[in-house]
């Protein structure tokens, strides 16, 4: 079975490695820069832009592939899927259309509304032509959130209390934005814990694994700069902390349902993967966004523990019979810790050699390293993620936090993820609802 994947992250090291699981697969990875890691694990790689649909093509047709993973959202906003499917070649990801599930904020907010799921937190949208109207429904919320319509690498949202304090504040960005956005959300604050599940669908049938939580904050104790994700968790039980079955089921189901309505709405079934990210707040379940793909790294959280035949389930996504394929994951707990270059996220230092000794317990996933002759160095963003998998959290943690202790260079990690300390504060949250 001849498989590409798309995408050069350490979530898509770790959708390889999951791939390889089955030693029937035969991968092709189109990178835009070369993951050590996931050219290991491939019997050929190029290296493009992901905009040049021509060239993945090509290099799919060349390598007679049998279907095509698209990791990142980059190539699924420039429509790769669609072009693939022109091409008679099959993929796991929504096409461009479907897609607007995460790179519009606004289409999943009001579809959601539309047909009546529930989970949305008070919230507007806004063109140009009605900015005036915005200071009037600022003063309807306690708490602001404000959101480019559109793909913002994850650092566009801007929150109060976080990015901003008055209401004049909030304004002043909902200009800015409107400035290079066709339109801006305005939603109310929730106030709450956060976590993600990363469903899988045919449009028809959606599987849930585990939940994971990620960890956005750049230092200990959730203080400095929002990041790409310094880290998650997941539990052995298939639940976290802070939640019961009930809150699980609760978002499951609003997945479902959104999958229905991608459905009516356009008359065509999503396929891939619908990333929830949810809250639990005082008044329940409530739906933050959508991603089209895996989380990075909630993808190292979940994908490791998958018993089931990953390309399987790929097969079964793309002929509509998902329904027929019984998915299981191991009842273990993961901590995933990532290493990153010093500055980060505002500043980070580059070209900086790391060496890597790991601790031969924890799984190493490649981010945003170049591989040289003389060794690995750093380009900037998140470097390496290392996965600790135990029968429970303390020893996943200890796995986790030996490994990226090891790792000699200007570098800094999250020591917190995972640790009892942290848990019982986000317990104690919910607990104070």
């Excluded at 008679?88 to 990801?93: C, E, K």
């Excluded at 309807?140 to 913002?152: A, F, N, R, S, W």
């Excluded at 002929?319 to 996220?345: D, S």
């Excluded at 996965?387 to 986790?400: P, R, T």
Aim: hydrophobic share 35%; aromatic share 8%.
């Amino acid at each position: 079975m001849r498989v590409l994947l798309i995408g050069s992250g350490a979530r898509e090291h770790v959708i390889a490695e999951t791939f390889k699981k089955n030693k029937d697969v035969e991968l092709y990875s189109f990178m835009k820069s070369k993951n050590p890691g996931i050219a290991s694990l491939s019997k050929d790689i190029l290296i493009g832009s992901y905009s040049d649909l021509g060239g993945i093509t090509n290099f799919a047709k060349q390598n007679n592939i049998d279907f095509a993973f698209i990791g990142p959202e980059d190539p699924l906003n420039e429509g790769v899927v669609d072009e693939l499917q022109e091409n008679g070649i099959s993929a796991v990801g929504p096409t461009k259309l479907m897609a607007r599930l995460e790179t519009s904020k606004s289409f999943t907010r009001e579809l959601v509304e539309k047909y009546k799921i529930g989970g949305n937190p008070k919230f507007k949208v806004f063109t140009k032509e009605y900015i005036d109207e915005i200071k009037e429904f600022l003063n309807e919320i306690e708490g602001i959130v404000v959101k480019p319509d559109g793909l913002t690498g994850g650092k566009g949202v801007k929150v109060q209390g976080d990015h901003f304090n008055t209401k004049e504040e909030a304004l002043t960005y909902c200009r800015e934005v409107l400035e290079s956005h066709a339109s801006v959300i305005v939603e109310e604050k929730l106030d709450g814990e956060e976590f993600s599940l990363q469903c899988l669908t045919d449009g028809k049938t959606v599987i849930a694994p585990p939940p994971a939580q990620d960890h956005k904050r750049a230092y200990d104790d959730d203080k400095g700069q929002n990041t790409g994700g310094m880290g998650s968790y997941s539990c052995a039980n298939h639940l976290l902390p802070f939640l019961k079955k009930e809150h699980i089921d609760k978002a499951l189901e609003i997945t479902k349902k959104t999958a229905d309505a991608i459905y009516k709405e356009t008359g065509l079934y999503y396929n891939g993967v619908m990333y929830g990210g949810f809250i639990l707040t005082k008044d329940g379940v409530k739906l933050l966004e959508y991603n089209a793909r895996f989380g990075d790294p909630e993808a190292m959280n979940v994908l490791p523990l998958l018993k089931t035949d990953f390309a399987s389930i790929c097969q079964a996504i793309i002929v509509q019979e998902l329904n027929r394929i019984k998915v299981v994951f191991e009842k273990k707990a993961t901590v995933c810790k990532y290493v990153v270059p010093e500055g980060y996220p505002d500043a980070p230092i580059k070209n900086e050699k790391v060496l890597v000794e790991g601790n031969g317990k924890a799984k190493v996933y490649y981010a945003s390293v170049d591989e040289k002759e003389d060794g690995l160095y750093m380009t900037g963003s998140r470097a390496i993620a290392f996965l600790g998998v135990g029968d429970n959290l303390e020893e996943a943690e200890k796995i986790a936090e030996e490994a990226a202790c090891s790792v000699k260079g200007r570098i800094f990690h999250r020591k917190d993820i995972g640790t009892k300390a942290l848990i019982e504060k986000r317990v104690k949250h919910v607990g104070s609802f």
